[in-house]
């Protein structure tokens, strides 16, 4: 569940790591860096298997083949519909450049995935003050972490409720819309007011340093991941001084 920060049976990064991979990943396949070039081609496709290796090596095998899934249709359509169809349409010119951006966002949003799969609150929250992170960018941004797995137990019981009464998506459609999501959007109301009563019973927000029984700190895992950034990162440094 994502944010209840399970631990996996293999790696497990330090929070900071998986921050430094996802502002990586994410600025180099959204820029034009590496698009040209053999080294930058080689740098940007090592970036775009890093999602899957973290959630292989954590154990996650369901997640890693979702990921693969998911990159290979996006960007496996618009090379389909350039081989299949010679003379294209501006809608279908559109249609293939909106999945091939889709394919260079996909990397990134699944390492924010990975980040809320295998960390939790706690640990989130003790490794935003030992980098000094302002309080405005972490408080909200704990809040991620308790309120997926609220939503979705949330919805598991209405769902459960309704089908106790007959009413599934299938038999009716219209009715699963109201009688669903309509408590499901009145619950995330009340749920944002029990966060919010919640972080300032814990303390966020307070002026004394907080203390916490989280244990974080870098191993052996963490140098391999941010060796293999600074590799990409040099493979595209070289790729640019490379070219004329």
């Not at 590496?34 to 081609?41: A, D, E, F, K, R």
């Not at 309080?135 to 609220?150: H, Q, V």
Request: proline content about 5%; glycine content about 8%.
């Amino acid at each position: 569940m994502p944010g209840s920060g399970s631990r996996t049976t293999g790696l497990n990064l330090d929070p900071r790591t998986t921050v430094i991979v996802i502002l990586v990943v994410s600025s180099v396949l959204l820029s034009p860096a590496g698009s040209t070039g053999i080294l930058g081609n080689v740098a940007r496709w090592i970036l775009i298997a890093i999602p899957g290796l973290l959630f292989l090596a954590s154990g996650l095998l369901a997640s890693a083949l979702r990921y693969l899934v998911a990159f290979s249709v996006l960007a496996g359509i618009p090379k389909l519909l350039v081989l299949t169809i010679p003379e294209r349409h501006l809608f279908i010119d559109i249609f293939a450049t909106w999945f091939g951006g889709l394919s260079l966002i996909i990397p990134g949003v699944t390492c924010c995935w990975y980040l809320l799969r295998t960390t939790s609150a706690s640990e989130f929250v003790a490794t935003m003050q030992r980098v000094h992170c302002p309080e405005a960018l972490w408080i909200p941004t704990s809040f991620i972490f308790r309120f997926f797995p609220t939503i979705a137990e949330e919805y598991r019981d209405i769902r459960t409720a309704m089908r106790m009464r007959g009413i599934s998506g299938l038999r009716n459609p219209i009715a699963m819309l109201e009688y669903r999501f309509v408590p499901l959007l009145v619950s995330v109301i009340g749920i944002g007011n029990e966060l919010a009563m919640s972080a300032v019973t814990r303390g966020l927000g307070a002026t004394r340093h907080r203390t916490t029984l989280c244990t974080i700190g870098f191993r052996t895992g963490d140098a391999l991941v941010m060796a293999v950034l600074a590799t990409c990162l040099a493979l595209l440094i070289a790729n640019r001084i490379m070219l004329p």
